[in-house]
């Protein structure tokens, strides 16, 4: 099934209502996670992503997890979804944006990450 990214729309989630799929991750490693957001097709929760605010102005985000239900992956959706969380920690004046995980490096390595020597990813933003 081809995915029109047009049927994609975010929202606010709650963790409590998040599909068995994405709240093992969650509570894995998004637990402390101060912006939660899932990505629905019609009615169905596809992909989320958990990340943590910078602490300090200008400082990075931390992206705990994301995730994208396994029909829906290699589709572009998990680009869309990285693509949000980029803009949702730029538009907090977020430096960029930090993972914990080494994995999937190349998902991280394509939408221009860096790795990290201690793990990880980090992707710095332009300053304007």
Avoid at 13 to 41: C, M, T, W, Y
Avoid at 50 to 60: F, I, K, L, T
């Amino acid at each position: 099934m081809a995915i029109n990214h047009r049927q994609l729309e975010m929202f606010r989630a709650d963790s409590a209502d998040l599909p068995e799929f994405f709240s093992q991750a969650h509570r894995d490693f998004g637990a402390d996670s101060d912006v939660l957001r899932v990505a629905k097709i019609k009615e169905q929760v596809v992909a989320g992503y958990a990340m943590s605010s910078a602490v300090e102005r200008q400082d990075r985000f931390r992206l705990d997890w994301i995730a994208v239900l396994p029909d829906f992956q290699r589709r572009g959706v998990g680009r869309w979804v990285a693509g949000h969380a980029l803009g949702v920690a730029e538009s907090k004046s977020g430096r960029g944006v930090r993972t914990r995980h080494s994995e999937p490096a190349t998902f991280f390595q394509r939408l221009g990450f860096t790795a990290l020597p201690d793990g990880g990813f980090c992707l710095d933003f332009l300053p304007e």
